[in-house]
């Protein structure tokens, strides 16, 4: 019987940490959203005397392991957090690429292991693509690869961002941070 009420006791005690988390998380949110609400995220061509300026003129609102539902560790790896930064106006976002499978793959680990769930570079390739252009901006995306000496994975990879993004990608003449950002509207550009 003791063993019982102490399994009971735990449960409610699971319960409770879950439910102050919940709790905690939605009133963060709250918190971010009534931010944004107030802090309208205008286009940069609004203002055609912005436009010849280069992109190192502007602050870049940015997301680090974009992916992640949580921490960098045994954490849940989804397209909704590359949608909720997109949607609050991130012009920059990182996805890490393993190459730990035979098809590419979004993740955080290294080239031997990974210590999150994954999702499919395309699933995440099409959550940028549908929610990455609500605004002309310029957007970035940073593509760490931890195994680049995979040439058939590189070629993978390649041929989905082509597929994905076509001539939205930006291919440079020059360095993009010398080039007008009025080129670079409605254009991806891929630094790896």
Not at 75 to 87: F, H, K, Q, W, Y
Not at 153 to 180: A, E
């Amino acid at each position: 019987m003791n063993l019982y009420l102490l399994l009971l006791t735990l449960v409610g005690v699971l319960f409770m940490i879950v439910l102050v988390y919940a709790t905690y998380k939605n009133a963060y949110n709250d918190k971010i959203d009534a931010l944004l609400a107030n802090n309208k995220i205008v286009p940069l061509e609004a203002n055609d005397d912005l436009l010849n300026h280069p992109i190192t003129d502007f602050y870049i609102n940015t997301s680090h392991n974009t992916y992640i539902e949580g921490t960098q560790h045994a954490s849940v790896v989804t397209i909704n957090p590359i949608r909720d930064a997109l949607r609050k106006g991130a012009r920059c976002i990182e996805l890490d690429i393993s190459s730990i499978l035979s098809y590419p793959i979004v993740a955080h680990g290294d080239k031997n292991a990974i210590t999150t769930s994954f999702i499919s570079l395309e699933d995440a390739l099409k959550a940028v693509r549908q929610y990455g252009f609500n605004t002309s901006d310029p957007l970035i995306l940073c593509l760490e690869i931890f195994d680049t000496s995979k040439t058939d994975m590189n070629i993978k990879i390649r041929d989905l961002l082509l597929k994905t993004f076509g001539d939205k990608i930006w291919i440079p003449n020059s360095p993009f941070h010398l080039v007008p950002i009025r080129s670079l509207l409605n254009k991806i550009i891929l630094v790896g």
